[in-house]
């Protein structure tokens, strides 16, 4: 059975040896990454309420996760897990990574205080609503995304 370790990343980590084990993960067009930058990785988890979850097998780079606690400054301090990111890569699939990764999240939400998660994908992805279903979601929306750019 193969052995996944989960780490979540903090500066303490080596940051720069990070990058470049992530930028060297066998990622391919469902990943949708563009590359990791170190800089920008620690302006990431400098933030508290952020989250960059990796996972490994034998040493190397299986999959990574992003995710950040968000608010609404409602009467009851509405707060949840937002989770933006879920990438398992290509020389990995189909060996648990990312049910692991997503129990992993939800744990952390737990320890930083939170009731709820919650992510999106595309309807047809079909691999990742599998995931997602399989995890025994409460509720499970339909909704459209827009994107706006915001530079030209």
Known sequence: ??????????????LVKLTQDLNQAAWDKANDIK???EKYVREFIEKNDNVLLVAYVDGDVA??????KNYAPYKDNESWLYIDEVDVSSAFRRRGIGTAM?????EIGREMGLKEAWLGTEPDNTAANALYTSLGPSEIEKSVGYTYKLKN
Request: proline letters at 0%; one cysteine or more; charged letters at 30%.
């Open 63 to 68: 999959g990574v996760c992003l995710a950040s």
């Open 102 to 106: 997503m129990r992993k999240l939800f």
């Open 35 to 37: 590359g990791y930058d």
């Open 1 to 14: 059975m193969t052995q996944i370790t989960m780490r979540r990343i903090t500066s303490d980590d080596d």
